[in-house]
């Protein structure tokens, strides 16, 4: 499942998602919750959630960072990056063994920030157009606040997409590869997982892509409105995951 718009809002949490949550731990269904939003840690998340009432072990946290670093340890062992991030990106990149740097680094690796830098941005157009390879971590464009929309990840890669020609390779939801590595995380079999998510764009077609049936909540992003600008549907659309409080075993069964 998604995190924000799922079982929180803007660290508050959806209510019925205590109990939701508490009954897959009495039923002890696997689940684990996802997030695109590369900021904080797993133990920084952990605690963030704890503070909203809601208790998720680290191990049950899979976010874009951890997602990006599992990626490029695949690909490059071992390997350098300029990171245009905050400490959920930097030490997920610490803890596979790259150096972080501005001096001819292999990847610009660009996730999620509330103080984008100028500079900085200006930093990683230069390391792309002399041929780092370009990573951003997911290509939601904005993000929520209690003040409207926020620029998020994918606004700033257009953006230097734009000065250098260059487009990154997205790692984040939807791309399928998070998914895959999140089921595999729980062992589980896409045949037996549902996805539960806030948005269409990333969420529901990440489990549609990946072979899962999916669940849209309308406590976040996505709208019954909005769901019909899409060419794809998601199994079902309710308004909460409160709603989900006693059919857990089977969604899919009438209320």
Known sequence: MDMDGVLVREEHPVP?????????????????????????????????????????????????????????????????????GESG?????????????????????????????????TTAIRLVERGARFIATNPDATGPSREGSLPATGSVAALITRATGREPYYVGKPNPLMMRSALRSIGAHSEHTLMI????????VSGLEAGLQTILVLTGISTRASVELFPYRPTLVIESVADLVGRTGNPFTAT
């Open 16 to 84: 019925g998602a205590d109990a939701f949550l508490d009954e897959l731990r009495a039923s002890e269904t696997p689940f684990i919750v996802l997030t695109n939003n590369s900021i904080r840690t797993p133990r920084d998340l952990r605690a963030r959630l704890l503070q909203s009432g809601l208790d998720i072990p680290e191990e049950s946290i899979w976010t874009s960072a951890l997602a990006t670093a599992t990626f490029l340890r695949n690909q490059r062992p071992g390997g350098s990056a300029y990171v245009v």
């Open 89 to 121: 990106l930097t030490t997920a990149l610490h803890e596979i063994g790259y150096v972080l740097t501005d001096n001819d680094p292999d990847y610009v690796v660009l996730g999620e920030t509330r103080t984008y830098s100028f500079e900085a941005i």
């Open 197 to 204: 998510g806030d948005r269409m764009d990333t969420d529901v």
